[in-house]
């Protein structure tokens, strides 16, 4: 149904507060083009109720897009969206009944607590009865009840972020968007926001879609992770399979694998395939082979192990950080291949060492 037609069939399709009786909610090659370029390119996903989607990827890769879209912030190019049987890519942002979390928190800074998290239900003319027993519910749930009559100014930036999130839940909306709303929090704070997140969506069993460009944050929250370049889908799965079975190189990048090296193959035995890196030969088992040609190899820095063992690589240690629990480790072969590995062994720079690689480890993709 277009914008502007019919509006008693609009109305009729408006999601209601708490309105949590969804069974899916799906983008059906959902595209949103600017001047010409393809932000978002048809992304297909169904997302359960309950589950956790997090859309993964560098800036300018279409995440936000995607939200903005979902959110109703974007009228879509191409494709559509559903609650179920209800197609609601044609109804309002505020007719969509989502809740909206922010990246820089957008609280009234002359409204306490309380009034913040309380003002979508206050605009949507709730009983002030039962905007008090929500708001305190909330502030319970986010553990700010000692807070509730400060300023946002009074209060620390993960005491914000907790502000924003009550005041998106209070509302009981079906679907929780959050738009990278860890970005501006410190390591310690980010750490401590993430288990909150965690601990609130399971508490609440709403659906939430959460934009974010770290992969260490989509692993931890996410039930599957999407993963986005240019505006086009690279993989959609668990953050096992995305960690362990990335479905191309730019996935294992983003995933991980900092070690991308060029390739000859040599030939497949038995599973195993030969590799040629310059002069160092290399063999991998892991799936998806390359039979022949030019290839990429993808390693991890921590799948490169110190000491004796197959694949074998020596090299020297050329810079070393220490990181707490281990050493992030630049090394560097006679031939001048560099190598990121890691290691809880105390390196020096200069250090010379014998690395190995599990062949499992070694994931091979067709050149590009």
């Not at 659906?207 to 931890?220: G, I, K, N, R």
């Not at 200069?350 to 690395?355: H, Q, S, Y």
Request: hydrophobic share 40%; net charge neutral.
């Amino acid at each position: 149904m277009p914008r502007g037609t019919d509006m008693a069939g609009e109305r009729k399709g408006m999601l209601r507060i708490g309105d949590q009786s969804f069974d899916e909610l799906k983008l059906d090659k959902v595209s949103r083009r600017f001047s010409g370029l393809n932000a978002l390119d048809s992304l297909s996903l169904t997302i359960k109720r309950g589950e956790f989607i997090a859309l993964l990827g560098p800036s300018g890769c279409g995440k936000s897009t995607a939200l903005n879209c979902l959110a109703g912030l974007l009228p879509l190019t191409a494709g559509s969206i559903w609650l179920d049987d209800r197609r609601i890519d044609t109804l309002r942002p505020e007719q969509r009944g989502f809740g909206m979390i922010f990246q820089n928190y957008a609280l009234f800074p002359h409204m306490t607590v309380r009034r913040n998290i309380g003002f979508g239900l206050a605009m949507r003319h709730v009983a002030k009865d039962e905007i008090k027993r929500r708001v305190d519910q909330a502030l319970a749930l986010v553990q700010l009840e000692a807070h509730a009559e400060k300023l946002p100014g009074q209060l620390s930036g993960g005491q914000q972020q907790r502000v924003a999130i009550a005041r998106a839940i209070v509302v009981e909306p079906p679907v929780v968007l959050m738009d990278e709303p860890l970005s501006n929090l410190d390591a310690k704070l980010r750490l401590e926001m993430r288990s909150e997140i965690k601990r609130i969506h399971q508490e609440l069993g709403r659906a939430t879609v959460y934009v974010t460009h770290d992969q260490e944050e989509a692993l931890s929250l996410a039930d599957r992770i999407v993963v986005l370049k240019d505006g086009v889908t690279q993989q959609i799965g668990t953050p096992e399979a995305l960690y362990m079975r990335p479905a191309n190189l730019d996935v294992a990048l983003f995933m991980g694998y900092r070690n991308a090296l060029d390739a000859q193959v040599e030939g497949v035995e038995n599973g195993r395939v030969r590799l040629k890196v310059g002069t160092l030969g290399l063999v991998s088992a892991a799936q998806g082979i390359v039979a022949s040609g030019r290839a990429t190899l993808a390693i991890r820095p921590e799948d490169i192990d110190l000491g004796d063992g197959p694949n074998a690589i020596d090299g020297r240690a050329e810079t070393v950080e220490y990181c707490g629990r281990d050493y992030v480790i630049d090394l560097v072969t006679a031939a001048g291949l560099r190598l990121h590995a890691r290691s809880a062994q105390r390196v020096q720079p200069g250090d010379l060492l014998r690395c190995h690689v599990d062949p499992d480890r070694v994931l091979v993709f067709a050149a590009g």
